[in-house]
Structures are given as C-alpha cells and as structure tokens.
C-alpha cells in the first residue's frame, strides 16, 4: 500500500483507528495503576590496585584493576554474597530472589562498580543495597587472597557513594506506559483498518460502483445521493431543502436519465434495490418529484407488497391503493393521492400473494391506463435478491433503477441483482449510491458547493418570473395548445 491508500483507510477507517489507539492507552493507564511501585537504590564502588612503587607497576596495575572490575560484575548476585545479606537483614526473602533483585554495571575504562537493588519499599532497596556493597567487598577480598595470612589481596574494593533511600519510584514509569500503549494502539488500529478495507466489498463512492458495473459490462451511475440525517424528518429534499446537495444529486439523477436511451425517455421507471433498507423508496419519491418539477405529469406507485413505506413517509392513507384496484374495489383515480406536485398510487393493503399480483396483466392494465394520463411512472419495487416480485413486473415496465447503498452493498450483491434483472430482457437504466459521503465521493462532491439564495433576491426573481410568464400561462388557460408533455417530446 502506498501513503495514499493509508491515508483512505485512515479517512474511512479512523473510528476503529481512534478506538483501539484510546483502548492501547487505557491499557498503559491500566497497567500503571495496578502495578505494584519499585524503587532502585545504588552504591558506587571504587576498586583500588595495592602494591607497585613506579608508574610502570601503577599503569599495569590500573589495568589489571579494570579487568578485574569486569569480572566482578558477575559475582554480585552469587550466594557468597546473598546468604549472608538475607541473615543479616533478616529478609523475607531467599538468597536467590534477592539475587534477581541485585545487578552490578562496570562502565568500560573505568574502576568503578555500581549495585543496585529493586524492592518494593524505597529505605529497604538502600539498606539491601548498601548490606551487598559490603559483603561484596570483602568476598572480593577473600577470593583475591585466598591465603589471608600470607597473601594480601592486589585490588581493594571501596564504597565511595553509599545509596540513599529514593524519593520517586523507578517503575511504573507511567508516562512511558502510556506512550507505548498509545503507539501500540495506533499500529494495531492501522493494522485492523487495513484489513477490513481488504475484506470489505462494499461500494464505498461512487467511483467504486462505477468499476463494478464496467467489470460486468453493466450500466452506467447516473448519480451519487449525499447522506443526509435529515431524510427521515425531510423525505422531499427538493421541497424542504431545495438547494442542498442532496437535492441537485436528484437533479442529476432527472437529467442523466432522459439520456439513457438516446431518442426515447423512459416513461415507466422501476426503482429497486438488491437488499432492504438500501435507499429505494427513498429515491423513488425524490426522482418524482424532480421529474414533476421540471413540469412533467408524475405518478409515484408503490409497488413494495412486501414492506411498503411510500404513504408513511408522505403522511399519505396506505389502506386504499395499488391492491384496491387489482382487486376491483374501486377505479384508479378513485385511489390516488397528490402531495401537490405529483400523484401517488399507494400500496393498499398488503396481499398473501405479491409475486402473483405483480405478473398478471391487470396489474399491467393499471399501469397501461396511468401511463395514458400521466408523463411520468416511478415504480417502487420490492428488493430483488430476497423476493421475486420485482422481475416478475419487467412485462409492465421499460426500464430499471438499481440503488446501492454506500458502505452497504458488496460488490457481489450488485453483479447478483444485475444477473437476475438481464434475465427478464429489461434494460437496466443505471445505478445510484445512496447515503454516498458527503466528502472524498470519487464523483464530485469534492467540488460542490452549497447555494443558497438570499431571501430578498429570491423574492425579486420569483416577481420577476411570474410578470414574465403571467401572459404564458394566460394564453394557455384561454384555450391555446398546452405545452407539450414529456410523452409528446418523446
């Protein structure tokens, strides 16, 4: 991976990053508080040559001293000298547990020999310390004069720096804890984030569908929708917010799609998803109401027997619907609904039988006789991969809208759902990402900008605009040609 695919994982992955950097360090913090505090006490030895009169003796003295002190190092811990410390302080302690808690360093081209002894309590590790000093000493001295009436020892060991109680503990080093188990945290976290990036199919912008869909050889991304939290509260974005992003995103979405078929804009739209909760119906009442508002004749028919969703969300009467007429209850225009700028043909009540239904030539009809008076039909369908209901109306339509979901749909569950549509011979008209982000979209939201009218000017326009079209509008409700729909231009 290169410095720019780490930086994608951290920009996608940085809640996992962040949480497990905050978990390493709570584990630092975790591991200073319960940690029992040891305290290092020192003593400093100086090794002396005896005998030699002329500088010669003294220089190969003072070598034969440094090389001495090197060894001594490694008698430091032995029995000879932990027995008797552990009698004479009258340690809870064996003489080999007080060993571990000895080590001896003799810096190079020196003759000098620091002890240190770690323990629990700070005036213990200097009485030990200063109790090894000792008995060191004169172990050195009875193993370099093994003859101690007759045979003086050639190096004398002296403690010339006694150690002192330690005010401060030597660990838990709680600062150098906490690093580490923030360093810790951060690889660990980067380590995680990439392997989920490897593993995850999902399509993440509008970038990675559109390589998707040219690796199957399949339609084009007509649009990328922003995520917006507010599209529960707001489901027409272009009437309640209609100069966000979200709501040119439908725009685009209105006008890449009278380009699909060059010579033909397709008047029956079926919008559908491979898994629930992708986006669907939401695309389908915001695609109504963008095609209505560039004046054409809109119809929104919620096709969705299995979990419809169209008249909660409009604040609309599901009850009498789609099902009402199939079932010949009541005519078509007896059902409909109008949220101002377009109709809407809700579920009714939800069959036993919704694949049926959907495939007879009266749902077929339905739509036949809707077509005649409106411009416009968008359809929402029920999921393609859990239900069959969605192919089984492909004699009804002209086309398909297939919505994924950002973050959500894999990869192999796009290529599913085309597969099962190409098999009906029904053209798949594009796809849209839904709920894409609002930054680092591979389309191009990394250009957008928000426009937002000023009130007052938008006022003078709208002024301006009726004075200039008032004598339009006029001719046309005395009795002129209307202008032409939609369906005529096509």
């Known amino acids: 991976m290169d410095l720019h695919q780490y930086l994608r994982v951290l920009s996608r992955r940085w809640r996992v990053i962040a949480l497990v950097a905050l978990l390493g360090t709570a584990a630092g913090v975790f591991t200073s508080v319960v940690a029992t505090p040891e305290y290092q006490a020192t003593s400093t030895l100086f090794a002396s040559f005896q005998g030699g009169d002329d500088t010669s003796q003294l220089n190969e003295g003072n ?52 002890l240190t002894v770690t323990d629990t309590h700070a005036a213990r590790s200097a009485r030990i310390s200063n109790a090894v000093a000792t008995r060191f000493a004169q172990v050195i001295r009875e193993l370099e004069s093994p003859d101690a009436d007759t045979t003086a020892s050639p190096v004398r060991l002296t403690v010339i720096q006694p150690a002192t109680a330690p005010s401060v503990p030597s660990s838990p080093r709680t600062t150098l804890n906490v690093a580490l188990g923030l360093a810790v945290g951060l690889v660990l976290g980067l380590a995680i984030g990439v392997a989920l990036e490897t593993v995850d199919t999902s399509m993440r912008d509008s970038k990675a569908l559109a390589e998707c869909l040219a690796a199957a050889a399949g339609p084009p991304v007509l649009s990328s929708i922003v995520h917006d939290s507010r599209a529960s509260r707001r489901p027409v974005s272009l009437r309640d917010d ?45 695609l109504a109401a963008t095609l209505a508002e560039e004046g054409a004749k809109v119809c929104l028919i919620d096709c969705d027997l299995r979990r419809p969703s169209v008249a909660s969300a409009l604040g609309l009467v599901r009850d009498a619907g789609l099902t009402t007429v199939l079932v010949g209850k009541a005519g078509v225009r007896e059902v409909l609904q109008t949220t101002g700028s377009f109709s809407v043909l809700t579920s009714g009540m939800i069959p036993p039988n919704p694949t049926q239904i959907l495939g007879s030539p009266q749902f077929a009809s339905v739509l036949e006789e809707l077509a005649e008076e409106f411009d416009h039909l968008v359809v929402d369908t029920a999921p393609v991969l859990p239900f069959a209901d969605t192919p089984a109306m492909a004699h009804a339509v002209d086309g398909y809208l297939l919505v994924a979901r950002a973050g ?43 426009y937002q009218p000023k009130p007052e000017a938008a006022g003078r326009l709208s002024a301006l605009l009726s004075t200039r079209l008032a004598p339009r509008r006029g001719a046309s409700a005395g009795g002129h040609k209307p202008p032409v729909s939609a369906k005529t231009r096509s």
Do not use: W
């Open 63 to 114: 070598s034969f001293t440094q090389a001495r002190v090197q060894s001594y190092a490694d008698i430091v811990a032995s029995p000879e000298v932990t027995i008797p410390v552990v009698k004479a302080l009258k340690l809870k302690m064996t003489p080999s547990e007080l060993g571990a808690r000895v080590s001896a360093e003799a810096p190079v081209n020196t003759v000098l020999l620091r």
């Open 242 to 286: 209609t100069h966000s992003t979200r709501a040119e995103g439908f725009r685009k979405l209105q006008v890449n799609l009278q380009f699909t078929e060059v010579g033909k804009r397709p008047k029956v739209i079926a919008v559908t998803s491979p898994l629930p909760r992708e986006g669907k119906s939401s695309v389908s009442v915001n």
């Open 408 to 450: 959500r749909t894999s990869r192999s569950q796009i290529l599913d759902a085309l597969r099962i549509l190409e098999r009906v011979n029904v053209p798949v008209f594009g796809a849209v990402l839904n709920a894409a982000p609002a930054r680092g979209d591979g389309e191009a939201h990394g250009y957008a900008y928000r």
